[in-house]
């Protein structure tokens, strides 16, 4: 749980950063935005991952007696 605590404040960080950019243009400059959006991916797809992840284990936890 803490994994997916961690992953969800980055994420909403990632896009914090890329809304500013959004609302602000001419203030971070292009390469730091496509940066931005490369991060925001592989930060999904890592969350994506944890999920998975806790998934198994409520999954397995259930089948416990």
């Known amino acids: 749980l803490l994994r997916l605590f961690g992953t969800q404040a980055v994420m909403g ?25 490369i991060a925001k991916g592989g930060v ?3 969350l994506l991952r944890v999920l998975f992840l ?8 259930g089948e416990k007696p």
Not at 15 to 37: D, E, N, T
Not at 54 to 60: A, C, G, T
């Open 13 to 37: 960080c990632v896009s914090i950063v890329f809304g500013a950019s959004m609302l602000l243009p001419g203030i971070i400059p292009g390469l730091v935005i496509s940066v931005v959006l």
């Open 54 to 61: 806790v998934d198994d284990i409520k999954r397995l936890a």
């Open 44 to 46: 999904l797809i890592y």
